[in-house]
T-cell receptor, first 109, second 115 residues
Framework: QKEVEQDPGPLSVPEGAIVSLNCTYS??????FMWYRQYSRKGPELLMY????GNKEDGRFTAQVDKSSKYISLFIRDSQPSDSATYLCAMSDDYKLSFGAGTTVTVRA | GAGVSQSPSNKVTEKGKDVELRCDPI?????LYWYRQSLGQGLEFLIYFQGNSAPDKSGLPSDRFSAERTGGSVSTLTIQRTQQEDSAVYLC?????????????FGPGTRLTVL
């Protein structure tokens, strides 16, 4: 079993829909949780960073962490075609990031 | 300012050859990381450099892999006697130290193909 599980999708939604992404993990030492966005043939770009449990909102993006359930989520409101990318969850207890497999999202115009 | 840069962007080599991949971190970032992204394995940690401290090499998959960081800046990842399973995208990231290490900035990667 992988340390971080993420459904690879693919996920296809119409423009304006809410995109819901999630990851589960097994290492209870993880305290730092991140979501990265990766466009084709590009490096991952940090979207959201959360420490411990709780919610964080940044524009159309909301990240949630539930450490008791070892479950994290990312919601994208009012999705746009430019949101089409692969979304990677990542987490760590220090500097070494453990990544999910990534979910490929397509937002249809 | 400039982000993390990597070269070459693509590298095709024959099995058994050695390759060198280069990473230029963001200026002022003292921490540097190498990751590998391959189909079926996702993104996996390889090695971590922080200042003058001994690097964390725990993610290197075999002794054919090595990395160095000169002058606390540029890093080179070397793969000796390449194998087909080494084909992947090699990503470099950098960050500040301390709490800043939570925010890692990635380069565009080097796509390595071993024939």
């Amino acid at each position: 079993q992988k340390e971080v599980e993420q459904d690879p999708g693919p996920l296809s939604v119409p423009e304006g829909a809410i995109v819901s992404l999630n990851c589960t993990y097994s290492n209870s030492a993880f305290q730092y949780f991140m979501w990265y966005r990766q466009y084709s043939r590009k490096g991952p770009e940090l979207l959201m960073y959360t420490y411990s449990s709780g919610n964080k909102e940044d524009g159309r993006f909301t990240a949630q962490v539930d450490k008791s359930s070892k479950y994290i989520s990312l919601f994208i409101r009012d999705s746009q075609p430019s949101d089409s990318a692969t979304y990677l969850c990542a987490m760590s207890d220090d500097y070494k990031l453990s990544f999910g497999a990534g979910t490929t999202v397509t937002v249809r115009a | 300012g400039a982000g993390v840069s990597q070269s070459p962007s693509n590298k095709v080599t024959e099995k058994g050859k050695d390759v060198e991949l280069r990473c230029d971190p963001i200026s002022g970032h003292t921490a540097l990381y190498w990751y590998r992204q391959s189909l079926g394995q996702g993104l996996e940690f390889l090695i971590y450099f922080q200042g003058n401290s001994a690097p964390d090499k725990s993610g290197l998959p075999s002794d054919r892999f090595s990395a160095e960081r000169t002058g606390g800046s540029v890093s080179t990842l070397t793969i000796q006697r390449t194998q087909q399973e080494d084909s992947a995208v090699y990503l470099c990231a950098s960050s500040l130290k301390g709490v800043g290490k939570r925010t890692q900035y990635f380069g565009p990667g080097t796509r390595l193909t071993v024939l």
